[in-house]
């Protein structure tokens, strides 16, 4: 019989939500998942209304080696995006241009997570233009 490791989604409430890469880590092979990280995922998504994770890569300025790691953008019921990143080392200057917020530790145990709450799309597009430089404080 062949079976398949439990990925860390699949603990969720919410695994259509997490079809990503913190989602794909098997939950045997990982202690930095703990059951917090996965309780504050579930908060997470009841907490602002998580519709969908979206993808807007073509608006957004940094790169993977950017300091800006593990990226995750959602959209809300309510038509908000919400832009969170998970630094293992703190915060980056792209936190601080992008006004983050640190919030619950949504991807391990050793990341700090920040998040930022957008109105729009619009909202998105404006402050990732004003981003690209990384010398403006938004």
């Known amino acids: 019989m062949y079976y398949l490791p439990l990925k860390v989604r699949d603990a969720t409430k ?24 996965i309780e504050n995922r579930n908060r997470f998504v009841e907490e602002f209304g998580i519709s969908k994770q979206v993808n ?3 608006l957004w300025p940094f790169t993977s080696n950017s300091n800006f790691d593990h990226q995750e953008k959602y959209k809300t019921r309510n038509g908000k995006i919400i832009l969170i990143c998970s630094n293992y080392f703190g915060d980056y200057p792209a936190t601080h241009w992008l006004k983050m917020k640190i919030y619950n530790k949504l991807y391990s145990t ?9 109105n729009n799309i619009s909202d998105m597009r404006n402050i990732m233009k004003k981003a690209r430089g990384n010398e403006v404080a938004l």
């Open 56 to 58: 807007y890569q073509a």
């Open 14 to 37: 919410y695994p259509a939500l997490f079809q990503n890469y913190w989602g794909s880590f098997t939950i045997k092979k990982n202690d930095t998942i703990t059951p917090e990280i």
């Open 110 to 118: 050793e990341a700090t997570t920040f998040i930022r709450i957008l």
